[in-house]
């Protein structure tokens, strides 16, 4: 319980820095790139076991660790343009929805169970997203527009599948290990989109470094966390109650902190997945 909770709290803390960073306008690629190279020497630092680079190409999990890292990346990408294309509010909940296909993975692939108490919490999950994220109609999006939502959804989806099948059928005790990888995997791609973008040229200062040092660490810590819970729980618990009290945590915080307005809809939303996480936590 205590790793599922470091999640969350991690995962937030990762929010609100994405938050400050468009308050102080952050050059965000650059941040996002060095906080890989935090984030990947970190677990390096931090692992204890030696490491080999032919056992890394070796492992049984390098191939789960490739489609990862690559994905973390592209998922960032694929975000920022969305966001910009189709708005912010259909972006996070095409994110948050993207929980459907874990739990989906589990439940067919993997054989988690599913009674009707957890089934039930899902669907409220998926309910909650969509609620605590609604927002006034701000105009309208094209169809064409709906590529990038429809992108994430999937992009995000795949990658948390991809994570939780190496994890049960192949980390075994390399979860630090298989994460670095991740994340020098995400780091060289960025590089190569930071140089092809030509983002580097809008500047890389304190900002962009203490942002990036901090994220990094976020970053690593969320992931690790998540990883270590994933060997307690099944897809289907653990992915909705997670996005869940994700999607509460910032609403709230939004809130509080950054006095973002909140409709009765949007605490309908926080409502209805409190509710679902105890829905599905019951059914577990």
């Not at 690559?70 to 912010?88: D, E, N, Q, R």
């Not at 605590?132 to 701000?138: L, S």
């Not at 030509?198 to 942002?211: L, R, V, Y």
Request: charge should be positive; charged fraction near 10%; include cysteine.
């Amino acid at each position: 319980m205590h790793y599922f909770l470091a999640t969350i709290v991690f995962s937030t803390l990762i929010v609100v820095t994405f938050k400050l960073f468009a308050k102080h306008k952050v050059n965000i690629m650059p941040a996002i790139v060095l906080s890989y190279v935090i984030a990947a020497g970190f677990g390096i630092i931090t692992n204890h076991k030696a490491i080999n680079i032919t056992d890394i190409y070796q492992a049984s999990w390098f191939s789960y660790a490739l489609v990862n890292g690559v994905l973390f990346i592209l998922v960032f990408v694929v975000f920022a343009y969305s966001t910009k294309k189709a708005g912010i509010a259909l972006t996070s909940v095409s994110s948050k929805m993207s929980v459907i296909i874990p739990v989906l993975s589990g439940i067919f692939i993997l054989g988690d169970t599913a009674g009707i108490i957890k089934i039930t919490g899902i669907v409220l999950a998926l309910m909650a997203f969509y609620l605590t994220f609604r927002k006034k109609k701000e105009g309208g999006t094209r169809p064409a527009d709906l590529l990038f939502p429809m992108l994430l959804f999937a992009g995000t989806g795949i990658n948390d599948s991809v994570m939780k099948f190496a994890e049960e059928q192949h980390m075994q005790n390399s979860q630090e290990i298989y994460l670095s990888v991740v994340f020098s995997i995400a780091l060289v791609c960025g590089v190569f989109l930071l140089m092809l973008s030509g983002s580097w040229k809008k500047g890389f200062g304190i900002k962009e470094i203490a942002g990036g040092i901090i994220l990094g660490l976020f970053n690593w810590w969320s992931t690790i966390m998540i990883i270590k819970t994933m060997g307690y729980y099944d897809s289907s618990v653990l992915f909705p109650v997670f996005n869940a009290a994700i999607v509460c945590n910032a609403a709230l915080i939004g809130f509080l902190v950054f006095r973002e307005k909140l409709r009765l809809v949007n605490w309908m939303g926080i409502l209805l997945a409190i509710l679902a996480i105890g829905l599905i936590s019951i059914g577990g």
